[in-house]
């Protein structure tokens, strides 16, 4: 394979990764939140440069051969509450519904739901008044500010209740009309169930839809000017990607984060790392993983912010700490995010009129950061605007001088996240610490002592790890139906439309019929809510042990192959001591403010060593190696990280 993009989209950096043979290059553009096709194409534009020595965007999409992009853009939608007001239509004879979806997360559904509910009996949208009532329904929410609306229904027939509800809107509400409102069904999304499940899905689904959607068909029209050879592929949360007319909304939740999980899938592999916590610092969130035992947490309801929803998702949690978030005193505290100042204005030391204090402002005045180099050198801080803004922010309302409180900030992020950490994932005395995102390497030796973790993994594309990540992924399209009959004839009444509806949608991404691969199984609940997992094989045959399930779902995946399994292996061993390019002034704990050695990764080799405290950089990453701590490079090029016992 030729030339393949890889971009991960961040809230306040764009990372773009350049894979060629065996030869991978990086790159970043800040991120454009305004115009989020604004950042894609200068991502592109930066990427062409690095492959030819000077910017060529058109001899790039002519010659690139896979454009994979993964975004955190759902993931600080949510954690910022930014979207549409969403409307909520559910069933009259299942009031408790909205209270149980309110148990998740009050604050979630409080802004994303709220007071507009409606209460609409089923039994109405069959019978005569269904077209007043459906009416009513709809224009009591848009009078209430909803500009999307959600229905759910319980009860065994809720398929046939919203698909009721869904005639008559569009013989009322026409999609073509200006006035039309964007309405989403629970069943479109899945047949789980669980109403409360099935709701948030759905919920989720049109919160995030409205901004990926504009974007995406933006950047894809786009690229269609250049005569791209193939379509841009969206990687989705589940470890695979689709084209953007295939990917639903909610599957770009988290995309990004999974990505970086796929690298820490394959960085554990080539250590022999058996147990992993990684933390992905970016410029809006923390997210943080567990690999254990050759894979990564992955459930089949999986949870967004917490709440439970229909899909399967990889068990990635977000944290509102990343070096853009801002910090401020509440009650004497520290308080850090979870709003962020993203890259527009951007931290104060930016110098585009941001005002809020951030750890990136904390961590310029501690000495961690060169001005100069600061972003491959493609950036200038200003020390005065980050002084100023952790001094007004932070400094003063503490009543500290302005060196205590930057360590006041970095020991209350480091601790945020290692509560996270330890909230999230176990740790134990075999665990590693791997740490990546643009942010992941600066604080990782002082969330590890705060955690309890002795040694910390930094990959060399730890800048831009989850665009590395997504590198490999398959093409997929995967489908989830319930069995209207628990019966060898039910399978395979499911099975054959499941099969249609794969080779229409993978002849849509491109993969003829007989290249990809069909793996099912079946998935039977009873009454206690308790599921059983069956595989199906080439010749599959209902299982008896289902036949009186409270339900029985067939789950499909149409699979393109394009993961490589090479089982290559690397290690760390300390050969020579490392050589320091200069020294520079940093603020330590204990110790004030004294002169450090400073390493490029670049300039280093396999087996160097050497002991903090000091600095170790390269154009997109920093990381403070703490008092206590010591580093050797693997032949691979990538960091471990000591602590002293």
Known sequence: MGIQINIDNGGTLTDICIIGGERVQKTKVLTTPYDLSKCFFEGLQKASGVIYGKPDVTRLLEEVDLIRYSTTQGTNAICERKGPRLGLIVDARARELTAQLAEHDPEVYQALVGERVVYLDTALVTGEAAQIEVVKAINTLTAAGANRIVVSFSGADFIASENAFRKVALRKYPRHLLGAVPTLYGSDLSVDIDPVRRTWTALINSFLHPAMEAFLYNAENRLREYRTKNPLLIFRNDGDASRVAKTIAIKTYSSGPRGGMEGVKTFSKLYGFSDVVSIDVGGTTTDIGQYLDGTVAEVRRGHVEGISVSLPLCEIMSAGAGGSSIFKVAKGKIVIGPESVGAVPGPACFGRGGQFATITDGSLLAGLFDPKSYFGGGMG???????????????????????????????????????ELHRFTKVSKESVLLAFGGAGPLNACGVAEMAGISRVAIPQMAAVFSAYGIGTCDISQRYAVSLDTHNQQGLEDALAVLRVRASRDMFAEGVAKGDYEIV??????????????????????????LANASAVELELAAIKRLREQNGSAAKFVERSAAQPVGMRNVLTRGRGRIDVPVYQLAQLKAGDHAAGPAILEEDYFTCRVLDGWSFVISDAGDVLLNRKA
């Open 381 to 419: 801080l200003d020390l005065d605007r980050a002084a100023t803004a952790v001094s007004v922010n932070i400094a003063a309302p503490l009543g500290l001088k302005l060196d205590d409180a930057l360590q006041q900030m970095e020991l209350a992020f480091e601790d945020k996240v290692a509560a």
């Open 520 to 545: 099912a199984r079946l998935v039977g609940t009873d009454s206690h809510g308790k599921e059983q997992q069956f595989p199906l094989s080439d010749t599959p045959t209902f299982p008896a042990a």
